[in-house]
């Protein structure tokens, strides 16, 4: 038998045909079931193995007509002659890749003195780890036939017929067959594709699965810039208010099942401002006569406002029947001064990263992601330079199969928003928490289920006795009565010191950034908190706010932004 020869011409690997004859004797098919704790699992059809004395190739049987066309056939294939292994994906699109990888780096399996007998084969146990796992595997030589299921486990000089990882995940045959008519040209294939290493190979494959919308790239956030205002129909334009410190654009979502997850991710660094920043990732909502785009259109005094009893006006804060306020997808806030002062900030010991990185789940708001929708991103600075982001939303699906799953009804209402994302325009701080409580009045329709608030809430107000500082019980009320109670703090902000080159450091070696604070950290993103309320009837109902705000001293007052929206589902 001659050896296995891949010739690669202009980066494809094209197999040869094989010279020598081979006996039809020589090759098996063995199926194999997949169990995990003991049940039977029906996401594949099992994995099935075509095998020789010299060569084998594997691959997950599946349906391929109610796959998602973006899924990659993938198929395994051995070389035990040349000791080499290769993954192989072919995309709908007619695109192959595949990467390749020597015996040498696959775990090395010990012999134990176990034995079984499986499908009437007499086979040895080897063992070995991957990652902290634990694999046994039992194989046999008496088929005369080599291959394994999982090659990723390790390569024995048999036809392996059982593996179970950490006690509980079984692959195990359940036949084995001759097979005629076949010879070794049948088990590699003709083209290989494009070599690619594993990590390359592996990204390919998953970003292929992935819908990543851009929303920003490297857009400035600063003051001073020019305010434009846009046309209904100008989709994918970045327009500018409140000084620029307001980024906004009108795009295109995909129409995705529901069981898709939706990531936000968001890349931001100093352009000149050394500040740690209140950030905010934010839809209007434009399901009511009025929206927050008519403050942003046509100044502040277009949203509808209410006087609070401390004399100040705040717009554009709460939900009425004609105006739904921003809904909040992310609360992140900009670390001090990390990229533009990096070079400028020597710490011993200290290594500064160039920019921050926020990734955050907001699965729960994907039925208000999808369509045409008006995106933006606000950050708080009065800095020529300010800030440069970049916004991304990435759709993953969560089945591999073609949702054959009816369709919910999603339910949605934004409740109110405090974050004051046109304070360069002069919209008002969350500063009515003193002597008052944050309240709107809403209808609940009927036939609502499963409702639950998502809430996000910090608190602000930079000085020793400044509610950024102190921790402060936040109340919700429904209808009069406290709905849920907590506090938001977070005290490991100093985890995240390599983000801040420009803070400040105390006399006893305690830098700014790392001050514990009301539920966010600089360089972090906010985690909402989420409450059900699945016993709220239809009708109307009112909720509250309260957080007792401490007292302004000087010129130096404390806020609280909060957000909250309800989400729940038609019966």
Request: include cysteine; hydrophobic fraction near 35%.
């Amino acid at each position: 038998m001659k050896k296995l020869s891949f010739i690669l011409i202009l980066n494809v690997f094209i197999v040869p045909n094989f010279a020598a004859p081979q006996k039809f004797s020589d090759f098996m098919s063995v199926s194999y079931q997949t169990r995990v704790n003991g049940k039977t699992s029906t996401e594949d059809a099992g994995i099935k193995v075509i095998c020789s004395p010299y060569t084998s190739k594997s691959w997950i049987s599946r349906d391929t007509a109610r796959l998602l066309p973006t899924i990659a056939s993938e198929t395994s294939y051995i070389d035990f002659i040349q000791k080499m292994t290769f993954q192989v994906a072919r995309f709908r699109n007619g695109s192959i890749i595949h990467t390749s990888s020597p015996f040498s780096e696959y775990p090395i399996l010990t012999e134990t003195n176990e034995t079984a007998v499986i499908l009437g084969y007499n086979c040895k146990k080897v063992r070995t780890t991957l990652r902290s796992n634990a694999i046994d595997l039992w194989y046999t030589t008496e088929t005369g036939v080599k291959g394994t299921p999982a090659m990723a486990y390790g390569v024995p000089e048999g036809l392996v017929l059982k593996i179970v990882r950490n006690g509980n995940f079984e692959l195990i045959a359940t036949e084995v067959k001759l097979l005629k008519k076949m010879g070794m040209e049948q088990i590699f294939p003709l083209q290989m594709g494009v070599s690619l290493d594993l990590p390359q190979y592996r990204h390919r494959i998953t970003q292929n699965l992935i819908t990543s919308v851009p929303i920003f790239s490297n857009e400035q956030i600063s003051f001073g810039n020019k305010i434009e205002n846009p046309a209904d129909s100008a989709d994918q334009k970045t327009f500018r208010y409140a000084s620029g410190t307001i980024l906004l654009k009108k795009v295109k979502l995909p129409v995705v099942p529901e069981e898709t997850q939706l990531f936000a991710e968001l890349y931001q660094h100093s352009n000149g401002d050394a500040y740690d920043r209140t950030g905010s990732v934010f839809m209007i909502p434009m399901d009511k006569e009025r929206s927050f785009l008519d403050g942003m259109k046509n100044g502040i005094g277009a949203l509808p406002s209410f006087m609070a009893k401390n004399g100040k006006t705040y717009q554009g804060v709460t939900a009425s029947e004609h105006f739904s306020p921003l809904v909040e997808m992310v609360r992140f806030f900009t670390p001090f001064g990390i990229g533009q002062f990096n070079d400028k900030v020597t710490v011993y010991g200290q290594r500064w990263e160039d920019s921050t990185y926020y990734k955050q789940e907001i699965t729960e708001l994907l039925p208000l992601l999808q369509g045409e929708k008006w995106i933006g991103v606000f950050i708080g600075n009065y800095d020529k330079g300010g800030h440069r982001i970049t916004l991304t939303l990435k759709y993953y699906p969560g089945s591999k199969e073609i949702s054959q799953k009816p369709v919910k009804k999603y339910w949605s209402m934004p409740l109110f928003n405090t974050l004051n994302v046109m304070e360069m325009a002069g919209q008002e701080y969350g500063t009515l928490f003193d002597n008052d409580s944050l309240s709107t009045e809403i209808n609940i329709p009927k036939g609502v289920k499963n409702i639950r608030m998502r809430y996000i809430t910090t608190g602000h107000g930079g000085w020793d006795e400044g509610d950024e500082y102190n921790q402060k019980v936040n109340t919700i009320l429904l209808d009069g009565k406290v709905l849920f109670q907590f506090t938001p703090w977070r005290c490991d902000c100093g985890t995240y010191r390599k983000f801040n080159p420009a803070s400040g450091n105390f006399w006893n070696g305690v830098t700014s950034s790392d001050g514990s604070r009301s539920g966010w950290c600089p360089g972090t993103a906010t985690n909402p908190v989420y409450f059900p309320i699945y016993s709220l009837s239809a009708g109307n109902h009112k909720f509250s706010v309260t957080i007792p705000i401490g007292s302004n001293e000087g010129g130096s007052f404390s806020s609280w932004n909060v957000s909250g929206i309800l989400l729940g589902e038609y019966e």
